[in-house]
């Protein structure tokens, strides 16, 4: 069954330090998103992005966060100067329609640690 | 603001059991409602989605209802076996956005 891959697995920074996390969504999916989860808290959403623009993101995600797909295939996630609150489980998920009609297939995730 | 809640946070049973596991959400405009499984360090598994016009949904030992007027859901999983332990997440979707419960932390002892 296909999957959404995530990579590193594990990503360790200093604080103030740019990170960028990869994913790479279903071949055939045209909707992207990144969401995060900070442990012992609920799972929360930072942007979604379709046709090559942001078509939603939160309040979470300010200034510091940007996503790109440079290619046909990656989704990034960049954190340019990174707190401490930023250390989370980042998750990539992808879907072929829109979020109102069908389910959302999540990668494995990018534990992020900030120190 | 939409909010979603799940009750209990953790449960505990033997192996074999009937179980069920409920999700509340403050606004009934949603569009779905999904049941998502997390094990530890892993990622979200989806398990069944509702979409806002149907009542339930099957897949092999789970059930999943929904009752958007009343702005509830729960997830049955019958026959309990020890591979359901994990986290078990509802969502709704109302936006652009899905958005989360809690979870529910299932052990299922052999």
């Known amino acids: 069954e296909p999957e959404v891959t995530q990579t590193p697995s594990h990503q360790v920074t200093q604080m103030g330090q740019e990170v960028i996390l990869r994913c790479v969504p279903i071949?055939?999916?045209?909707?992207f998103y990144w969401y995060r989860q900070i442990l012992g808290q609920k799972v929360e959403f930072l942007v979604s992005?379709?046709?090559?623009?942001?078509?939603?993101k939160s309040e979470i995600f300010d200034d510091q966060f940007s996503v790109e797909r440079p290619d046909g295939s990656n989704f990034t996630l960049k954190i340019r100067s990174t707190k401490l609150e930023d250390s989370a489980m980042y998750f990539c998920?992808?879907?072929?329609?829109?979020?109102?009609?069908?389910?959302?297939?999540f990668g494995s995730g990018t534990q992020l640690s900030v120190l | 603001k939409q909010e979603v809640t799940q009750i209990p946070a953790a449960l505990s049973v033997p192996e074999g059991e009937n179980l069920v596991l409920n999700c509340s959400f403050t606004d009934s405009a949603i569009y779905n409602l999904q049941w998502f499984r997390q094990d530890p360090g892993k990622g979200l598994t989806s398990l069944l989605l509702?979409?806002?016009?149907?009542r339930e949904q099957t897949s092999g030992r789970l059930n999943a209802s929904l009752d958007k007027s009343s702005g509830r859901s729960t997830l049955y999983i019958a026959a309990s076996q020890p591979g359901d332990s994990a986290t078990y997440l509802c969502?709704?979707?109302?936006?652009?956005?899905?958005?989360f419960g809690q979870g529910t932390t299932l052990q299922v002892k052999p």
């Open positions: 969502a709704v979707t109302n936006t652009g956005k899905l958005i």
């Open positions: 992005f379709y046709n090559n623009e942001i078509s939603e």
């Open positions: 071949s055939n999916h045209l909707y």
């Open positions: 998920a992808s879907s072929f329609q829109g979020i109102a009609n069908e389910k959302l297939f």
């Open positions: 509702i979409q806002s016009s149907q």
